[in-house]
């Protein structure tokens, strides 16, 4: 983890010196994603991802931006409903009070597929 770590901090400070090119990742466009990773994909407001597998009953859980700063992922798998037990050894509680929002281990997350005028 440390190698990767400074590898990447060393890798953003090469590319931070390149006039003209300090943008080379953007970010996750909902249009770009196919429908069924659209219809899977939610997004906190600090730019974490959950990420649902399909028939699997878990979910991927990206926290941080990662094309911003540092980010984390870990796999969740069903420990129970309303239970998911992470790769990260926590345990998260889910609830969906809607279909375009899921609240996972206390942060609310907007599905992707979902129109701006969907609440």
Partial sequence: MTAYTTAMARFRLQLAGRAGETNLAVPLEPLLLRAEFRARTWRSADGSLLQGFAGKGGF???IGNCLA???AASECSDAGWPVYACSDGSKR???VPDFVTANFGGVSYR???ASPSQE
Avoid: D, F
Wanted: glycine share 0%; proline share 0%.
């Fill in 93 to 95: 509680k889910m609830s």
């Fill in 111 to 113: 599905r992707l597929s």
């Fill in 60 to 62: 991927r859980l990206t």
């Fill in 69 to 71: 700063r540092i980010c």
